[in-house]
């Protein structure tokens, strides 16, 4: 199994930049598909974006397009969330996962393994 550690997240004036990083440890962490979601106060979690094992394909969440860049280096075992142009609507805490099997690769149950979680919080 692998361990994911999130880091990055803070407080940011909207319109501002965050990188959020995703450690791995424990497991070949290029092994595995990677998402990132995100749950906010009062609100079920849901998908941001999708990288696979190799780095090559990757999806997002409508609200997310143009706006954050998923990637990934597996050298590093680590994965990244660029977002940029972020809004007060992103606020929420940010949790990476590693998907091991089939499965919906914007459903959380899809995923085997999950990282904490950083908050970011946009300020208007």
């Known amino acids: 199994q692998v361990q994911l550690v999130e880091s990055g997240g803070g407080l940011v004036q909207a319109g501002g930049s965050l990188r959020l990083s995703c450690a791995g440890s424990?497991?070949?962490?290029?092994?595995?598909?990677m998402g990132w979601f995100r749950q906010a106060p009062g609100k079920e979690r849901e998908f941001v974006g999708y990288?696979?094992?190799?780095?090559?394909?990757?999806y997002y969440a409508d609200f997310v397009k143009g706006r954050f860049t998923i990637s990934r280096d597996n050298a590093e075992n680590t994965m990244y969330l660029q977002m940029n142009s972020l809004k007060p609507e992103d606020t929420a805490m940010y949790s990476c996962?590693?998907?091991?099997?089939?499965?919906?690769?914007?459903?959380?149950?899809?995923?085997?393994?999950w990282g904490q979680g950083t908050q970011v919080t946009v300020s208007s």
């Open positions: 424990g497991s070949t962490f290029s092994i595995y598909n």
């Open positions: 996962a590693a998907k091991a099997r089939g499965g919906n690769y914007y459903e959380a149950r899809s995923y085997d393994y």
């Open positions: 990288i696979n094992w190799g780095g090559v394909s990757t």
